[in-house]
C-alpha cells in the first residue's frame, strides 16, 4: 500500500528543536514535490516548506524561514524537516504531502494531493 508516514513530532520547550520525518512506503518520491503543511486549531492549513525531490530545490513561507530547513534522502525515499528556534505560534498538527506542485502558503485540502500523511502533532510550550 502506497503512504507516506511521519514521524519525529512531540512536546519541546520555545527556542527548542525538533526533525520530522517523512517516509514513503510503495512508491518513489523520486518524482515529486513533498510538502510540510501544519494546521493549527482555529487556523487555515498553512504550507511551511516544499522540496523538489528532482532537483532539490526548496521553498518557505516567510514565517519559518531561517528557522526550519527542508532536506531530502532520495536512497531512503524520506523528507526531512529540521526545525530550530521553535516558537509557540509552531504548534500545529504536520503533515506531509506528493503532488506534482510544490505547496507554501494557503493550500488546499487534503484529497488535492496525491499522498497525504496522517499527520503528527507538534507542541511548542513551556
Known amino acids: 500500500q502506497a503512504q507516506l508516514v511521519e514521524s519525529g513530532g512531540g512536546l519541546v520547550q520555545p527556542g527548542g528543536s525538533l526533525r520530522l520525518s517523512c517516509a514513503a512506503s510503495g512508491f518513489t518520491l523520486n518524482y515529486y514535490k513533498i510538502a510540510w503543511i501544519r494546521q493549527a486549531p482555529g487556523k487555515e492549513r498553512e504550507g511551511v516548506s516544499c522540496i523538489n525531490m528532482n532537483d532539490g530545490d526548496t521553498y518557505y513561507v516567510d514565517s519559518v524561514k531561517g528557522r526550519f530547513t527542508i532536506s531530502r534522502d532520495n536512497a531512503k525515499n524520506t523528507v526531512y524537516l529540521q526545525m530550530n528556534g521553535l516558537k509557540p505560534e509552531d504548534t500545529a498538527v504536520y503533515h506531509c504531502?506528493?503532488?506534482?506542485?510544490?505547496?507554501?502558503?494557503?493550500?488546499?485540502?487534503?484529497?488535492?494531493?496525491?499522498?497525504w500523511g496522517q499527520g503528527m502533532q507538534v507542541t511548542v510550550s513551556s
Open positions: 504531502a506528493a503532488d506534482s506542485a510544490c505547496w507554501i502558503g494557503t493550500v488546499p485540502g487534503p484529497y488535492e494531493y496525491d499522498y
